[in-house]
């Protein structure tokens, strides 16, 4: 009877235990379906173009900005070629700092050196069809202009960066380390296990190829035929199916439609750049180009005599290039910028360089660009009224370019009609115009008769190309006049000879007779 009490005992215990584990399996299932159904708040961040300092400024924004709404996830759609590893490490930074939302990469087409590293800074990796992803050597331009892969002391940091990050968020970490080294070649092994049975089972093993080569003869044959997965001189750049394949990429989508229906994404948002981080962007990309005609309007500033437009050209594209970087900070002061700029042009124009007509045309651009800023889609007056059904999406902008440029019109002529008929009107002593009567007025025809041609003087001021010289008259006396050239700038106190009197006007040029 013991005995029979004993194997009672012990399978009313194991079906106690049976009991247990099929009643709690089926709530956590459950519950797991639940959350899967469960819908999702995402907000979408874009990193698109070169990795720049403007792409960090806007990225940092744009986190801070998303965490405020307090989302399920965070998810950076990524297309990028790569650019400053700096940049990249502080974008890195940025992410890997946020608490609470689930981080997410996109890999939209590519994300190709600092692209990659900033994608698998996310808690989860998942790419579209046909994109890329990997390449991440550090490269700096040779002296015959062709680019290089930069030593190990740039590379020690930047594997370490990868490892870092495939520790942290469950990617192989071996296979991270070649993104960055190109002298390192990774092998896979397999092996079945369990042969003789209905089911196989497979053993994997990624070791480098140095390892490979140290095991013996029996280990060799146990594992067979290595396949390589990343030669020795060539680094890691897998496809959207090699990455879900070797453990990077959690899945692959047709569109972005696809993967937020996966994700059981139901409410969306997404950061858009302000004006400032769009010129910043837009400087970023063209600062190469930038500096180089700077530098070289600067160099021929300096091989020509005095200081005209190319040095003034060459300080103004080297400024934007300097001062580009600020513009997401000075978003809202934009349009004000822009005006100051156009009227310091005009001042240029007016004063310093007259006739060039280049800063006036700058001038009125940037008025008008400053004008066209200062106007909000959100602020303009509505048209349309809103029981109208229209198809075409583009009226209300027509009729809000045609405001504008009614109040531009209304800006141009006011000040011409205030000049002409109201300012002269004002009392003397309150009006900025002359009231010099016409019949008391001297022709400046009548001045420039003084000078014939031929005659040589002394050039007083610079010729830019309108300045002052002075001439001997035929009574002996000096007397300073209004000339200028032909487009060619002359030194202060070089001599020049009338070439032209025409229409009040004493044209000259340098004169080469010793």
């Known amino acids: 009877m013991n005995i029979f009490a004993r194997l009672f005992t012990l399978l009313a215990i194991v079906s106690a235990f049976a009991f247990a584990e099929t009643t709690s399996v089926s709530p956590v299932d459950s519950t797991n379906s639940i959350q899967e159904l469960e819908k999702k708040h995402a907000v979408w961040i874009k990193l698109e173009g070169d990795v720049e300092p403007s792409m960090f400024d806007f990225c940092a924004r744009a986190i801070d900005d998303a965490l405020k709404e307090n989302p399920d996830y965070i998810i950076f759609e990524i297309n990028t070629f790569g650019g400053r590893l700096d940049a990249a490490f502080d974008i890195v930074d940025t992410i890997m700092a946020i608490k609470g939302p689930e981080t997410i990469a996109l890999v939209k087409k590519k994300a190709i050196s600092a692209g990659s590293l900033i994608a698998l800074t996310c808690k989860r990796l998942y790419m579209l069809e046909a994109t890329t992803i990997g390449d991440c050597a550090p490269i700096v331009q040779g002296g015959d202009g062709t680019p290089q892969i930069v030593g190990e002391k740039i590379q020690s940091p930047l594997r370490a960066k990868f490892r870092n990050l495939a520790q942290r968020n469950g990617y192989p970490e071996l296979l991270s380390s070649s993104f960055v080294t190109p002298e390192l070649e990774i092998l896979e092994l397999k092996a079945k296990l369990d042969k003789g049975k209905k089911t196989e089972r497979d053993t994997v093993l990624i070791i480098e190829g140095e390892k490979y080569e140290v095991l013996d003869k029996a280990e060799k044959e146990f594992w067979g035929a290595p396949k390589i997965l990343v030669k020795e001189g060539e680094l890691l750049t897998m496809t959207d199916k090699e990455a879900e394949e070797l453990g990077f990429s959690k899945g692959t989508f047709k569109d972005r439609a696809d993967f937020e229906t ?146 531009a019109g209304i800006a141009l002529v006011f000040p011409i009609a205030a000049s002409k008929y109201l300012i002269p009107l004002l009392p003397e002593g309150w009006t900025p115009m002359l009231k010099t009567d016409l019949e008391t007025a001297a022709s400046p025809t009548e001045a420039v008769q003084e000078v014939n041609v031929g005659d040589v003087g002394v050039a007083k001021t610079f010729l830019r190309p309108v300045g002052q010289a002075s001439f001997t008259l035929t009574d002996g006396s000096t007397k300073l006049f209004d000339v200028q050239t032909h487009g060619e700038i002359i030194e202060a106190g070089s001599r020049v000879k009338v070439e032209a009197v025409q229409e009040g006007h004493i044209w000259v040029g340098l004169d080469t007779s010793v």
């Open 262 to 407: 996966a994700l059981a994404i139901e409410r969306r948002s997404e950061v858009e750049t302000t004006l400032g981080e769009d010129i910043a962007a837009a400087i970023a990309a063209i600062s190469g180009i930038l500096l180089i005609l700077g530098f070289g309007a600067l160099y021929i500033e300096f091989k020509t005599p005095g200081f005209g437009l190319f040095g003034i050209i060459g300080i103004i594209l080297i400024a934007i290039v300097f001062l580009g970087q600020f513009a997401p900070q000075l978003d809202g002061y934009i349009p004000a910028i822009l005006l100051v700029a156009g009227v310091a042009l005009f001042l240029v124009e007016i004063f310093v360089m007259p006739g060039t007509f280049l800063f006036g045309v700058g001038g009125i651009a940037c008025m008008i660009l400053a004008l066209a800023l200062s106007f909000s889609p959100s602020e303009m007056p509505e048209y349309i009224p809103e029981t109208v059904e229209t198809t075409f999406d583009a009226t209300p902008w027509l009729f809000g370019l045609l405001y504008m440029l009614c109040c």
